[in-house]
């Protein structure tokens, strides 16, 4: 039976990159296995949307065959809705008018930007929910 899950990634990768890559491989566990999967990236938790940063985590983890990008490849083309904090992208020098080149490609096509408003939604519409 099909849920909906709303996965927000918080933590601060710089702080505990782990626990980051894990809330990314559960949701895209969550999305393999037919779960409607929300997400909401906030806080310092924004810099995995960064190209740079993320390409950066398979190096500083070890982790085999770009699995950082593949894993974030699966979020982007079967998560219902990824969203992503304005006010935390904004704290760290990012937003909609100087993101290209900065986050993940397309991500004006797949990502809404929000703030508490989103938070909100998604997690009435929730199933379930994962804080990371």
């Given at each position: 039976m099909s849920k909906r899950i709303f996965v927000k990634i918080l933590t601060d990768p710089e702080v505990d990159l782990r626990k980051c890559v894990v809330g990314l491989a559960c949701a895209a566990?969550?999305?393999n296995d037919n779960h409607r999967v929300d997400i909401f990236f906030a806080s310092n938790g924004v810099k995995l949307l960064q190209t740079n940063y993320l390409k950066s985590i398979n190096e500083t983890l070890d982790l085999p065959d770009d699995q950082s990008i593949k894993l974030m490849s699966t979020i982007i083309q079967?998560?219902?809705?990824?969203?992503?904090?304005?006010?935390?992208?904004?704290?760290?020098?990012?937003?909609?008018d100087n993101a290209e080149g900065i986050l993940l490609d397309g991500w004006d096509e797949w990502m809404t930007w929000s703030g508490p408003p989103g938070v909100i939604e998604l997690s009435?519409?929730?199933?379930?929910?994962l804080i990371y």
């Open positions: 566990q969550a999305i079967g998560a219902e809705n990824i969203y992503c904090s304005t006010g935390s992208q904004a704290a760290n020098g990012i937003n909609p009435i519409k929730s199933d379930t929910q």
